[in-house]
């Protein structure tokens, strides 16, 4: 009876250790939304986009009218001549006689309002085109970084629930080891047991003691990971509670979703380059195409032999409107060559965005064999361990009796040791598996939506 009641004290203990009280348990989609939010590098991210926006934003503002007060005022060293046909203007000069005569004074000046509205700009409008498309190379690649920082968190989440199973798991072997201990000490007090045989029931207690030792370490090193990628860690929070209601799930129920690979952000991010290159392509051609402006300017023109810029009768009223065609002919740059590049990284990107399909397909077949084969794996192994326990529980009852060896129930605990460590590593990766596959196959979304 007293060997029940310590076991039954070991149960309660892992309970209570286990546990964190006074708080409200932290769910993983509640976990991947703080890390989202409090971690330093996704808020610079987001700014990345708000960068693209601002610069989209900034490109729209080419189309509107462009005003600006202009001042020019010159000295003019050489005077512009010309010759004028006299003998046309005056009938007593023979009708060929020409003269020279300057035009301009010495100092001239020039203010007033001009404008400029563009109307038809190819190239502006590809370049706000690509602009948009950045803003949603941006998005794609935030989206990539939360991607892997939400799958950061699931496995520091699933590492804190295992860590915990692990534990309670230790302390119940451990209590299984203390009566076997127990035991075999009355036996040894009683001079019916060798002190080889003792010792080796001490030993199996003492590694099930440091096996409960190193999981709560190791609870709390999983614990640490979680709050920092959580960013609460930076906040003072030294303690958190999970929600394992999320592991009551079945795995075969999510392996029954069909594959999502738009939904993984890296390859739309290069579907979204490649559509850049060839855009790039259009903006290229477009700076050779015809553009038209509207031209207006409303001010005056001054000239004067002084240098007086506020000579009186010296400032005539100037102004005009009207239409600005300009086609490029030659511009000293390499046109073919420069499409030529972009025809390249076009190709180059399909390409990427093949070869990173396919390894995530392959990674979504392997992740999801393994996950299949570790399920297998686990069934056996909880089979094999409540088949040793109830074996253990029989030799402990037989050694109580005087029926059994000490040293067929050290070996016994030593197997239950193998067994319970093997199973927790079956465990653990099972639900690595099921992480990677949600990952690789674009389902990783279903954690938190």
């Known amino acids: 009876m007293m060997y029940k009641k310590s076991f039954q004290f070991f149960l309660v203990w892992a309970v209570l250790l286990t546990g964190v009280k006074g708080q409200p348990p932290l769910s993983l989609p509640q976990a991947i939304r703080a890390a989202w939010s409090n971690r330093k590098n996704m808020q610079a991210g987001r700014l990345d986009s708000a960068i693209e926006r601002l610069q989209t934003q900034a490109l729209i503002h080419k189309y509107l009218p462009q005003l600006s007060l202009e001042y020019s ?99 119940v072997d451990s209590a299984s080891t203390w009566i076997s201990w127990m035991l075999q000490k009355d036996n040894f007090d009683a001079g019916r047991l060798l002190k080889s045989d003792l010792n080796k029931a001490r030993i199996n207690h003492n590694n099930a003691r440091q096996k409960v030792a190193d999981g709560y370490f190791q609870v709390v090193e999983n614990k640490i990971l979680l709050l920092f990628l959580t960013g609460k860690l930076s906040a003072g929070q030294q303690d958190l509670e999970i929600d394992s209601t999320l592991f009551s799930r079945d795995i075969s129920s999510w392996l029954a979703l069909n594959p999502a690979p738009d939904s993984i952000p890296a390859l739309g991010q290069l579907n979204l380059q490649g559509q850049l290159a060839a855009l790039q392509q259009n903006t290229e051609k477009a700076r050779f195409m015809p553009t038209l402006s509207l031209k207006g300017f409303l001010g005056a023109n001054q000239f004067s032999n002084q240098l007086n810029p506020f000579a009186s009768n010296s400032w005539f009223g100037y102004s005009y409107i009207g239409l600005d065609a300009k086609l490029p002919i030659w511009t000293g740059e390499d046109k073919h060559r420069k499409l030529q590049q972009l025809r390249l990284q076009q190709v180059q990107y399909h390409q990427q965005l093949g070869d990173k399909t396919d390894q995530y397909a392959q990674a979504t077949a392997t992740a999801r064999i393994e996950l299949e084969r570790s399920r297998s794996q686990l069934l056996i192994l909880q089979e094999n361990l409540l088949l040793a326990r109830e074996s253990l529980d029989i030799i402990q009852d037989r050694v109580r009796e005087g029926q059994e060896s000490a040293s067929r129930l050290n070996t016994e605990e030593l197997e239950w040791q193998r067994l319970s460590a093997e199973y927790d590593n079956a465990s653990k990766q099972a639900w690595i598996y099921w992480i990677d596959y949600l990952k690789a196959s674009g389902l990783l979304g279903r954690l938190w939506n």
């Not at 005022?73 to 060929?96: A, E, M, R, T, W």
């Not at 935030?142 to 295992?162: H, P, R, T």
């Open 73 to 171: 005022y010159q000295y003019n060293p050489l005077l512009q001549s010309s010759i004028i046909p006299v003998g046309k203007f005056n009938p007593s000069l023979p009708p060929n006689s020409t003269e020279s005569i300057q035009f301009g004074t010495t100092w001239s000046g020039a203010a007033g309002l001009s404008l400029v509205q563009p109307l038809v700009d190819a190239e502006i409008k590809n370049q706000i085109r690509e602009s948009r498309l950045q803003e949603r190379i941006s998005g794609a690649t935030q989206q990539q970084a939360e991607y892997e920082l939400a799958y950061d968190v699931a496995k520091a989440y699933i590492n804190v629930y295992l860590s915990e199973l692990a534990v309670k798991s230790a302390v």
